[in-house]
């Protein structure tokens, strides 16, 4: 009797094992997802901004999530998100059963920027070796970081030395005028669009424009070297 009991205990167990086996191989695999977002989310940084490199990393997940797995999947970032610092990344699937949810990120970008060698006081006009190009930490965008020293600029506030620089910390001639027609360019982390308009006010690069467009709406970016104006959500 004993062995009868034991040989059913038997049979049960190898006939409901693949079913198990299959029911846990449906669910989402949770460590391979965070790997894709990683590797994303350094792709898009990288490209938004060449010669940067990016390292990022995602927050864990709920042990208790149970999601099926996804043949159709894709990531996005919200309309306001950044690709440096921290932020939200979106995994959304489409097939074959939709869903979509949320990890925390944190994408640390380096590049070249120019750096002061040594202080610089306010209103100096920087020579030679008084600045260079090193590899830094971006703590804000990295179109913010100049990499070539524009001829003639001075610096609008004190320098320690080994400090990155800001465009913003320079004194630029400028390069729109009020009443110009200039080019917006606008961007998000997955496309980007552009857009003629007049400028509103007079601006040296890395200095804040207003800019009307031919619908009459008002915007405001960021004066580039170039003359355009580049528009972040």
């Given amino acids: 009797m004993r062995l009868k009991v034991l040989f059913f205990l038997l049979l049960a167990e190898i006939i409901f094992w693949p079913a198990t086996a299959m029911a846990t191989a449906r669910l989402l695999d949770v460590p391979e ?11 898009q940084a990288m490209t938004a901004f060449p010669g940067s490199v990016a390292q990022a990393s995602v927050g864990e997940v709920d042990a208790r999530l149970r999601l099926p797995a996804c043949t159709e999947m894709r990531f996005f970032l919200p309309s306001n998100a950044l690709l440096w610092g921290r932020g939200s990344i979106g995994v959304r699937c ?3 059963s939709p869903w979509t949810f949320y990890l925390s990120y944190q994408s640390r970008l380096s590049g070249p920027a120019l750096v ?3 202080p ?4 100096e006009v920087p020579r030679g070796s008084d600045i260079e190009v090193r590899l830094i930490e971006y703590t804000q965008s990295p179109d913010l970081y100049p990499r070539l020293w524009p001829a003639d600029a001075q610096v609008n506030r004190p320098l320690a030395a080994g400090q990155p620089i800001l465009i913003s910390w320079l004194s630029l001639p400028t390069v729109i005028k009020a009443g110009g027609k200039v080019r917006l360019l606008i ?7 552009s857009q003629d308009g007049i400028a509103l006010n007079t601006a040296a690069p890395g200095e804040r424009v207003r800019v009307k467009t031919p619908s009459g709406r008002i915007v405001q970016g960021t004066a580039r070297q170039d ?3 580049e528009v972040r959500p």
């Fill in 33 to 43: 997802l965070k790997l894709q977002a990683v590797s994303w989310l350094e792709q």
């Fill in 94 to 96: 489409d097939a074959p």
């Fill in 116 to 118: 002061a060698t040594r």
């Fill in 120 to 123: 610089i006081a306010a209103r």
């Fill in 187 to 193: 961007s998000t982390p997955t496309f980007s669009v």
């Fill in 227 to 229: 003359g355009t104006v």
